[in-house]
């Protein structure tokens, strides 16, 4: 659902954004309790891959993947992956994680000498693919999401899943326009 007063979004005290659509994802954990929330790895993803608007993401994150629907999902279908949002084609935001809570997206990572990125990151999925560009209703809603996590936790790093696994993941991918996202 998207935000139609182009307002940022309202994150509650449990890192919950009440206007999300909310589908609870089993793969999360706690964080550190000195571990401050500072930045927001921003991914692509479709299922099957290039495929959009279907359920295999949602599938995915709640470890509902069936292994049979797609010769793909044979591969990842075990995976324990979740994000802490997702955002669709049309501009639907989804959120998985609560912001308070560690989603594992981000795997084997650093930046800036700091490994495990899960640690003291939220995840930002679109849909999408390293092969075509984004929507620019998705860029709107990035914009709104970007915004309240600013406002509500010390954010000082928007970084792509590349910057932060090097040689292991290429996403957002060469169409993600990084200027259309707002840095202040």
């Known amino acids: 659902?998207?935000?139609?007063?182009?307002?940022?979004?309202?994150?509650n005290s449990?890192?919950?954004?009440?206007?999300?659509?909310q589908?609870?994802?089993?793969?999360?954990?706690?964080?550190?309790?000195?571990c401050a929330i500072d930045m927001v790895v921003i991914h692509n993803i479709s299922l099957p891959p290039s495929e959009y608007g279907g359920n295999g993401i949602i599938a995915l994150f709640t470890n509902q993947l069936d292994p049979n629907e797609h010769p793909y999902y044979a591969q990842i279908y075990t995976a324990k992956v979740?994000?802490?949002?997702?955002?669709?084609?049309?501009?639907?935001l989804i959120q998985f994680v609560p912001c308070h809570k560690r989603a594992w997206h981000a795997g084997v990572s650093n930046w800036q000498d700091r490994e495990r990125c899960n640690d003291f990151s939220v995840g930002i999925e679109l849909e999408g693919s390293d092969f075509e560009p984004f929507e620019s209703e998705q860029y709107k809603v990035l914009n709104k999401l970007l915004a309240s996590l600013k406002e509500t936790y010390p954010i000082q790093h928007v970084v792509g899943h590349?910057?932060?696994?090097?040689?292991?993941?290429?996403?957002?991918g060469p169409f993600f326009n990084w200027s259309a996202i707002n840095e202040s």
């Open 82 to 92: 979740s994000s802490h949002f997702l955002i669709r084609r049309d501009g639907e």
């Open 162 to 172: 590349s910057d932060i696994a090097p040689g292991r993941k290429t996403d957002p």
């Open 1 to 11: 659902m998207t935000n139609p007063n182009n307002q940022p979004y309202s994150i």
């Open 23 to 34: 589908i609870a994802s089993p793969n999360f954990d706690d964080r550190a309790n000195d």
């Open 14 to 21: 449990k890192g919950v954004i009440a206007s999300a659509k």
